[in-house]
């Protein structure tokens, strides 16, 4: 059984992904608490894996994202491999501080403060920009570097700090400017 907050079809609107539609299943819980965290993510239902494909199953899109809350802490190979199966390219939205299953097709690190980094490969790094130094973040792992204003407040400092350090590219949260969920 994994608790599931929701489950939802939808674009993914951050990163390198953002248009693409997706059905998203969002775990329940976190092990890090940010002040910016904008999800409520601690309810949740307990679901099987058969349940969980059902509800996936549901929706013509091929990406799956697992999100939350930290998705980390409730999946494992077998779900991995259930995906698969049916036919899903799976995407995670992590912050990294757990080992991962093999088998995930995409991996998007968005690593906050204080949390001890476990992970050897991303695809891509997405911060929330609140000012902080970036050179760490610089040395990931990764093909991609976003950079995300936090909920939208501070977009003219972060689209300056990216047209300085072109690394990193803009992602804007376009499911909260177009009002999709």
């Known amino acids: 059984m994994r608790k599931i907050n929701e489950i939802f079809y939808s674009l993914q609107g951050e990163g390198f992904h953002t248009g693409t539609p ?17 999800t409520h993510h601690e309810e949740g239902t307990l679901m099987s894996d058969e349940e969980i494909l059902a509800e996936v199953r549901k929706y013509p899109a091929r990406t799956v994202i697992l999100t939350g809350g930290e998705p980390s802490l409730w999946i494992d190979e077998e779900l991995i491999n259930l995906l698969h199966q049916a036919g899903k390219f799976i995407c995670i939205e992590t912050n990294g501080t757990h080992p991962l299953p093999d ?3 995409w991996i998007t690190c968005s690593p906050k403060q204080g ?3 476990k992970l050897t490969r991303m695809d ?3 911060v929330v920009y609140e000012g902080q130094d970036l ?8 093909t991609h570097f976003f950079l995300q204003p936090c909920s ?5 400092e972060t689209v300056a700090y990216v047209l300085a ?7 804007l949260q376009t499911h909260k400017l177009i009002d999709i969920r």
């Open 124 to 126: 891509e790094v997405k």
């Open 22 to 38: 997706a059905v998203f299943i969002r775990f329940s819980g976190c092990n890090l608490k940010c002040p910016f965290c904008d």
């Open 103 to 105: 088998g995930i097709d």
């Open 152 to 156: 939208c407040k501070n977009t003219a």
């Open 165 to 171: 350090n072109p690394k990193w590219r803009l992602s």
């Open 115 to 117: 949390g001890e980094l």
């Open 135 to 142: 050179t760490a973040y610089e040395l990931l792992p990764a």
